[in-house]
Nanobody, 122 residues
Framework: VQLQASGGGLVQAGGSLRLSCAAS????????MGWFRQAPGKEREWVAA????????YYADSVKGRFTISRDAAKNTVYLQMNSLKPDDTAVYYC????????????????WGQGTQVTVSS
């Protein structure tokens, strides 16, 4: 089971990026998918999640209205569209997959991608 995150990069404040997380090895039709991020010197924080079964989405207050999580079941891929980026969004972004209902907790996820760097310049 592997999760491959991609799409990170350097962008100016106010810009946009779209992260992708491709799952391989099994079908994640019943898994919840989440995005987390970790900035230098800070703990990993939850950003967004989507329940694979019904498509319900959840967002951290810090990104609500700016980020959108979505999925493509046919491609076994989840996306994170990030708009109106701020320097505070600079971090390594990780995707994760899990079965537990507490989608905001990292403990609910069993599989993790390798991370992709997002840097937002002011």
């Amino acid at each position: 089971v592997q999760l491959q995150a991609s799409g990170g990069g350097l962008v100016q404040a106010g810009g946009s990026l779209r992260l992708s997380c491709a799952a391989s090895g099994r079908t994640f039709s019943t898994y919840n998918m989440g995005w987390f991020r970790q900035a230098p010197g800070k703990e990993r924080e939850w950003v967004a999640a989507i329940r694979w079964s019904d498509g319900n989405t959840y967002y951290a207050d810090s990104v609500k209205g700016r980020f959108t999580i979505s999925r493509d079941a046919a491609k076994n891929t989840v996306y994170l569209q990030m708009n109106s980026l701020k320097p505070d969004d600079t971090a390594v972004y990780y995707c994760a997959a899990g079965l537990r209902v507490a989608v905001r907790s990292s403990a609910s996820y069993d599989y993790w991608g390798q991370g992709t760097q997002v840097t937002v310049s002011s």
